[in-house]
T-cell receptor
Framework: GAVVSQHPSRVICKSGTSVKIECRSLDFQATTMFWYRQFPKKSLMLMAT?????????EQGVEKDKFLINHASLTLSTLTVTSAHPEDSSFYIC????????????FGPGTRLTVT | QKEVEQNSGPLSVPEGAIASLNCTYS??????FFWYRQYSGKSPELIMSIYSNGDKEDGRFTAQLNKASQYVSLLIRDSQPSDSATYLCAVRKAAGNKLTFGGGTRVLVKP
């Protein structure tokens, strides 16, 4: 149980384009999903928290207009990196939390984004 | 002071020995504590959660929590080369369900 998928696993895009990353909870309903980014040899940095059916809550310093998050259903959240630049290249990881599971977060496999 | 602190390592452990990892946190109202394992290039995997003072055992892993001293530790018994990874400590405060992660401890188990 508690399986989270992400798609795509790896994406290369040109500077100025937008990229959408999907995060799905496969065997449970995720009332809350989280989006993180991780630079090489660094820890996870929380970007935003999204609750199904409501606007995402962004962490300080994260541009909400650049990183668009949608959590339209209890099993799907998407992160769109708009007008990507090389400095947006990173490992993006989502996690999902099911209500009543003691706030445990289960991570997706991550998406490695490279902006050229 | 960082909210969640871990020694970055690497912690080098011979195969079969016990690996001992420590984590301290600054917010006394923290309620839930988690240990994640992350292999290089992969996403974190939850291995232990602990919510009350004392020890919690799961297979070769034991988590220990001491809220008075604000630390949580992880013991890995009979360490195997496959345990070589970065171990992340995560803490949830009382309000909300966000996790704050430590910087991670890299563990190397040598055959």
């Amino acid at each position: 149980g508690a399986v989270v998928s992400q798609h795509p696993s790896r994406v290369i895009c040109k500077s100025g384009t937008s990229v959408k990353i999907e995060c799905r909870s496969l065997d449970f309903q995720a009332t809350t999903m989280f989006w993180y980014r991780q630079f090489p040899k660094k820890s996870l940095m929380l970007m935003a928290t999204s609750n199904e059916g409501s606007k995402a809550t962004y962490e300080q310093g994260v541009e909400k207009d650049k990183f668009l998050i949608n959590h339209a259903s209890l099993t799907l959240s998407t992160l769109t990196v708009t007008s990507a630049h090389p400095e947006d290249s990173s490992f993006y990881i989502c996690s999902a939390s099911e209500s009543g599971r003691s706030y445990e977060q289960y991570f997706g496999p991550g998406t490695r984004l490279t902006v050229t | 002071q960082k909210e969640v602190e871990q020694n970055s390592g690497p912690l080098s452990v011979p195969e079969g020995a016990i690996a001992s990892l420590n984590c301290t946190y600054s917010d006394r109202v923290s309620q839930s504590f988690f240990w994640y394992r992350q292999y290089s290039g992969k996403s974190p995997e939850l291995i232990m959660s602990i919510y009350s003072n004392g020890d919690k055992e799961d297979g070769r892993f034991t988590a220990q929590l001491n809220k008075a001293s604000q630390y949580v530790s992880l013991l890995i018994r009979d360490s195997q080369p496959s345990d070589s990874a970065t171990y992340l400590c995560a803490v949830r405060k009382a309000a909300g369900n966000k996790l704050t992660f430590g910087g991670g401890t890299r563990v190397l188990v040598k055959p």
